[in-house]
């Protein structure tokens, strides 16, 4: 199902949306979780990152980025894969002038890339180190000395049909296959900020901003339904709330569908915290407090002594945390109940960059206003769209909302009124 649609399901009725989906290159990345020994070197590691930007009469009102990695064990008889989706971050800036809940917006955003077949992120991947040496000769790299790519250009101005000729699938770009439907993981670190992609967002009254409880309650709910009607029953679902114990973290568990959710992270295996180095178990996320965390440790010269049950307790002392807000760690671990086979259409679902410079040229139109006024929304969809337009003869997806709910919380809202009637009315009987 396109984009389009999964996003539809979510918006109200009959009003009108675009959404600007930007994707990476796939880039071979460090592993996500540093190997302990040498002999994990064969381990590859594809990253790909997502953003998503959506607009409503003509303003950006919510952004969403998201990071896929996909790992492959390249074994003698067959590859080995998992897929961890890391939230990175969800941010509104409270300029969207009609009723819509952006948690389902977001469960349907993470629903699409759930359903994206793992192969698509592999097919042209940016090696790590390009291997220069197996290039056409004919081609002309950073590597290639001044005099050589004159004359190459020389010999192509004279015979047009040279260029046509040129190999580009040796060296290039790599390629892998695994099966579609591999283990998939979903990481997220749940932290309030007054804005993460709208910066001055806060200053607008109007910006809806959750605390940190609730922003937690938001998250499970969204991953609960998801694991419930995506992911088979043998998932496992982790909550870790640095620094406190298992009866909170179990509060928070209580009347989730999943029976499948425990305290814990996806991580730590309780009968080794005492014995496992952090560092070889916390995954590396880009812009992560887990992660920033371990660089410290190894500024400190403290990263071979950490163990994981001191990490976790150490986390929750650090500055940025100490603002007695809730954050927390939640992890799911699985497979999908229906292999996901989509794959994205260049024209339709995403715009995809040919850089990573590209891609964050494009996002820092929306991510370098300020949105302390409603000017700032206005100007990001401007500038994103003339931009696309002008530059790539590209448009933002148009997207018209089919989701009733708000006509139910209308009526909800109106059969309540109606029930307090009747019962005043019940009430008055007895007097008569
Ligand atoms: N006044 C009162 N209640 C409101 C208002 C409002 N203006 N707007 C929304 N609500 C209620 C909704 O009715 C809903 O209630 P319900 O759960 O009882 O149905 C609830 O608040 C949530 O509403 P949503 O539309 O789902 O989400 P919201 O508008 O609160 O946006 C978000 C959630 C994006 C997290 C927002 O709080 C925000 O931008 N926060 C700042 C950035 C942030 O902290 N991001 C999360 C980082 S963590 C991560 O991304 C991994």
Same mark, same amino acid.
């Given at each position: 199902?396109?984009?389009?649609?999964?996003?539809?399901?979510?918006?109200?009725? /009959?009003?009108?949306?675009?959404?600007?989906?930007?994707?990476? &290159?796939?880039?071979?990345?460090?592993?996500?979780?540093? &190997?302990?020994?040498?002999?994990?070197?064969?381990?590859i590691?594809?990253?790909?990152?997502?953003?998503?930007?959506?607009?409503?009469?003509?303003? #950006?009102?919510?952004?969403?980025?998201? $990071?896929?990695?996909?790992?492959?064990?390249p074994?003698?008889?067959?590859?080995?894969?998992?897929?961890?989706?890391?939230?990175?971050?969800?941010?509104?800036?409270? $300029?969207?002038?009609?009723?819509?809940?952006?948690?389902?917006?977001?469960q /349907?955003?993470?629903?699409?890339?759930?359903?994206?077949?793992?192969?698509?992120?592999?097919?042209?991947?940016?090696?790590?180190?390009?291997?220069?040496?197996?290039?056409?000769?004919?081609?002309?790299?950073?590597?290639?000395?001044?005099?050589? #790519?004159?004359?190459?250009?020389?010999?192509?101005?004279?015979?047009?049909?040279?260029?046509?000729?040129?190999?580009?699938?040796?060296?290039?770009?790599?390629?892998?296959?695994? /099966?579609?439907?591999?283990?998939t993981?979903?990481c997220?670190?749940?932290?309030?900020?007054?804005?993460?992609?709208?910066?001055?967002?806060?200053?607008?009254?109007?910006?809806?901003?959750?605390?940190?409880?609730?922003?937690l309650?938001?998250?499970?709910?969204?991953l609960?339904?998801?694991?419930?009607?995506?992911?088979?029953?043998?998932?496992? #679902?982790?909550?870790?709330? &640095?620094?406190?114990?298992?009866?909170?973290?179990?509060?928070?568990?209580?009347?989730?569908?999943h029976?499948?959710?425990?305290?814990?992270?996806?991580?730590t295996?309780?009968?080794?915290?005492?014995?496992?180095?952090?560092?070889?178990?916390?995954?590396?996320?880009?812009?992560?407090?887990?992660?920033?965390?371990?660089?410290?440790?190894?500024?400190?010269?403290?990263?071979?002594?950490?163990?994981?049950?001191?990490?976790?307790?150490?986390?929750?002392?650090?500055?940025?945390?100490?603002?007695?807000?809730?954050?927390?760690?939640?992890?799911?671990?699985?497979?999908?109940?229906?292999e &996901?086979?989509?794959?994205p259409?260049?024209k339709?679902?995403?715009?995809l960059?040919?850089?990573?410079?590209?891609?964050?040229?494009?996002?820092?139109? +929306?991510?370098?206003?300020?949105?302390?006024?409603?000017e700032?929304?206005?100007?990001?969809?401007?500038?994103?769209? $003339?931009?696309l337009?002008?530059?790539?003869?590209?448009?933002?997806?148009?997207?018209?909302?089919?989701?009733?709910?708000?006509?139910?919380?209308?009526?909800?809202?109106?059969?309540r009124?109606?029930? +307090?009637i009747?019962?005043?009315?019940?009430?008055?009987?007895?007097?008569?």
């Open positions: 199902m396109a984009l389009r649609e999964y996003l539809a399901q979510a918006l109200p009725d /009959q009003e009108q949306f675009e959404i600007l989906h930007l994707q990476n &290159p796939s880039k071979e990345s460090h592993p996500v979780i540093t &190997p302990q020994s040498s002999n994990k070197s064969g381990l590691t594809v990253k790909n990152q997502h953003f998503f930007a959506l607009f409503h009469k003509e303003k #950006a009102i919510y952004a969403l980025e998201i $990071y896929v990695y996909i790992t492959l064990t074994e003698v008889q067959d590859t080995i894969a998992e897929r961890i989706v890391f939230v990175s971050k969800a941010d509104t800036n409270g $300029y969207c002038d009609c009723e819509v809940s952006f948690k389902k917006i977001t /349907q955003l993470l629903r699409y890339v759930l359903s994206i077949n793992p192969n698509y992120y592999l097919q042209k991947v940016i090696p790590r180190h390009r291997e220069y040496h197996k290039f056409d000769k004919h081609l002309i790299t950073k590597k290639t000395k001044p005099t050589d #790519a004159l004359r190459l250009l020389a010999k192509r101005q004279g015979d047009v049909s040279l260029m046509s000729s040129i190999n580009l699938n040796v060296g290039i770009y790599h390629s892998f296959q695994c /099966q579609p439907n591999i283990i993981k979903i997220l670190f749940t932290k309030p900020s007054p804005q993460y992609l709208f910066a001055e967002s806060s200053k607008n009254p109007k910006k809806h901003q959750l605390d940190g409880a609730s922003l309650k938001w998250w499970l709910d969204i609960d339904e998801l694991i419930v009607e995506c992911f088979d029953q043998n998932t496992t #679902a982790n909550l870790r709330i &640095p620094g406190e114990d298992e009866t909170v973290v179990n509060r928070y568990l209580r009347g989730l569908k029976n499948g959710w425990e305290a814990g992270d996806l991580f295996k309780k009968s080794n915290e005492k014995h496992d180095l952090a560092a070889f178990r916390i995954p590396l996320f880009p812009d992560d407090p887990k992660s920033r965390f371990l660089h410290q440790l190894a500024d400190e010269g403290r990263i071979l002594s950490m163990y994981l049950k001191a990490y976790w307790a150490e986390l929750q002392e650090r500055q940025e945390f100490r603002l007695s807000v809730t954050v927390s760690v939640i992890g799911i671990q699985g497979h999908q109940a229906e &996901p086979i989509y794959v259409n260049n339709h679902d995403v715009f960059t040919s850089s990573k410079k590209q891609f964050n040229s494009i996002k820092n139109y +929306i991510t370098g206003e300020a949105y302390d006024t409603i700032g929304a206005f100007e990001a969809y401007l500038n994103v769209k $003339y931009f337009g002008d530059r790539f003869g590209r448009r933002l997806i148009k997207v018209e909302g089919v989701a009733k709910y708000r006509w139910i919380k209308k009526e909800s809202i109106e059969k009124r109606q029930d +307090i009747n019962t005043l009315s019940v009430r008055k009987k007895p007097k008569k």
